[in-house]
């Protein structure tokens, strides 16, 4: 007897499914790509011909939704918590102590799993079908992504029915990019001229933000995940490892190389296998998770406002890579100082590909006895900047040449001293080397500075070549028509800019103070002296012990500021700002402040922006970090807390809320 359509197509779709579990999520393809390509334009044709048939979770319905315009926020049910940090053993060890004593076991039992480099989601299942993919944004609110997750062949559309999924199922995971296809994906993007991506984290997260999810499609994306919501199916699981378990059994991607660890000495073991395994992973991994395995024992233990207790992240210590010093050459600054670059036979460690690194000064190029054609130990841990280590000193080539400290400037060919007591060598002719006047218009145009928006490196580069620009103070005199005809620039981009500079023309005098670009005067600096002197005027007119009543002020900075104010040509330049319309600020003349000595750190959402937040602070004498420590004074957490407010917790750090700040800075 014939089989109805309605029949064969569910039967197309469940097998397309099967094999689309063992090829995207076993890695066990069953039948020849062409078997599957006939079966999937079978299931095609019927849809095409009955589209009545058509059903969301279709095999054939994972890519055509339309391009978006935005992405909606979606509230998570539960927050999407983050993971607190054992920084190395003695730290690890110390969270095993506290889970033991906290659950009165000798022995915990951990569920350990790789940390998956990816991008976190969270995906909703009703009735065993996909209804809902939101990324974490954070932790309460995320963006509704489901179109770009659809997409992703190892995420199913539609549970598998054995093991009974339960009616609302959440799953939580990792999207990430595989290594082969980031380097295939780039190479692509690279030949066509298209944006390509640092490591494949980046590439996983700028795909899934694709407003068109045929471009999501088209990269290529996988998902592991690692978790389920509070209903994980009945009878409700004991352990964690179970709701690993049956979520595999439901079709959906978990992590191969998940175990279990008991004890804190399993635990190092399982770290040590990871650590070997990590470089033959087609994934990128940045640690391992260890979480309590006996879900009654995490219910005991409870979450932080934004970290579970019951789990800690072990990040891998910094990667280090070989490479190859192919040159060294001499970069000029701001201040004309000469910073030795590296020039290295491209090499990929910590997740990018690193082909110059700083040297900083000679100095350390002689402590490290670092020579052009040695091998070098590059690392990166993060995202910090990446650094030669050492050198590899039984790899050096005969022919290894010692680097000379250049005897003139690079850029401008003029003459370079080294002071006695400084460690950089500088161009002195700060005046007419064409590096360090771009660099000193760059600062004075940066954010925290002027903040003319718009005003960056290439265009000052050009700026300066045509003459356009000889000093700060010619930005005020460009019109958008010369603008407009520099490269790059249209007139709609001309006018903004002439709009941003426009803007930037009444300054405070802290910034202003920043945006001269003295050296050994910070931000910090600025705005104290900005509180002490209060106008422009007599900050200049201020001698060296005026200066050095200030308390971050020495004897150099105090120099310097003195010889920038007594310098003929800056004072023309200043008077040229104010002539061009420049309006610097009075600031209110305060004392010391009644928060002098005290650290505060910002953490969430507070009525007034964080940037205003910390200047009220500073204002009262305060200093304001991002990190917390065991000296930070207190904790200013407004809504939505980051995990700062878990690790004030840990340090027994005060935590104040929005009405205790605007108690302490008097407003
Ligand atoms: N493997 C794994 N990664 N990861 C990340 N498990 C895991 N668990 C997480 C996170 C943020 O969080 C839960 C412990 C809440």
Known sequence: MAVSPARRAEQLRREIEEHNHRYYVLSEPAIADAEYDRLFRELQDIERRHPQLVTPSSPTQRVGAAPQSHFAPVSHAAPMLS?????????????????????????????????????????????????????RGDGFTGEDITANVRTIRS???????????????????????????????????????????????????GSLRQLDPAVTAARPLHFFCYGAGPDAGAPPPALHTE???????????VCGHAGVARGLGECVDFFRQMTELRGKLDYEIDGVVYKVNRIADQQTLGVRSRSPRWSIA????????????????????????????????????????????????????????????????????????????????DKRPKRARKVKAPKQCPVCGGKVVRGEDEVAARCIESLSCPAQRKEAIRHF??????????????????????????????????????????????????????????????????????ALGIREVGEAMAKALARRFGELEHLMAADEAALLEIRDVGEVAARRLRECFADDRNRRIIKQLQSNGVRVQKTEVTGPGPLQGKIYVITGTLSIPR??????????????????????????????????LDKAERLDVEVLDENAFLALTGK
């Open 83 to 135: 993971l607190d940090n054992a920084l190395d053993r003695a730290e690890l060890e110390a969270f095993d102590k506290h889970m033991r004593e906290s659950l009165e076991q000798d022995k915990v039992e951990y569920s350990a799993e790789p940390k998956i480099d990816g991008v976190a989601v969270s995906l909703l299942y009703e009735s065993r079908e996909l209804v809902r993919a939101a990324t």
């Open 314 to 393: 072990c990040k891998f210590p910094a990667e280090e890579r070989e490479t190859l010093v192919k040159a060294v050459e001499f970069q000029v600054g701001r201040t004309g100082a000469l910073t030795p670059v590296a020039r290295l036979e491209p090499v990929a460690v910590g997740g990018v590909t690193v082909s110059n690194t700083s040297l900083h000064n000679m100095d350390e190029v002689e402590r490290k006895d670092v020579r052009i054609g040695d091998t070098v130990v590059v690392r990166r841990a993060g995202d910090v900047i990446p650094q030669v280590v050492r050198v590899v000193a």
């Open 445 to 514: 145009a940066s954010r925290l500075a002027m903040d003319i928006e718009g005003l960056g490196e290439k265009l000052v580069d050009q700026l300066v070549e045509k003459g356009h620009i000889e000093d700060v103070s010619d930005i005020y005199a460009l019109d958008a028509k010369t603008l407009a005809e520099l490269d790059r620039m249209g007139e709609k981009s001309a006018e903004n800019l002439v709009a941003a500079i426009d803007k930037s023309r009444d300054i405070s005098l802290e910034r202003f103070i920043y």
């Open 243 to 253: 709701v690993l378990e049956r979520l595999k059994a439901w079709g959906l991607p």
């Open 155 to 205: 995420v199913p559309l539609r549970l598998h029915k054995a093991g009974k999924p339960p009616p609302l199922l959440e799953v939580r995971g990792e999207v990430y990019m595989s290594r082969e296809g980031f380097a295939r994906f780039n190479a692509g993007a690279g030949e066509r001229g298209e944006k390509t991506f640092v490591n494949p984290r980046n590439a996983a997260s």
């Open 611 to 644: 940037s205003e937040a910390k200047r009220r602070l500073e204002l009262a004498g305060a200093k304001v970090t991002s990190t917390v420590t065991s000296k930070t004074t207190a904790l200013i957490a407004g809504k939505n807390p980051g995990s700062k």
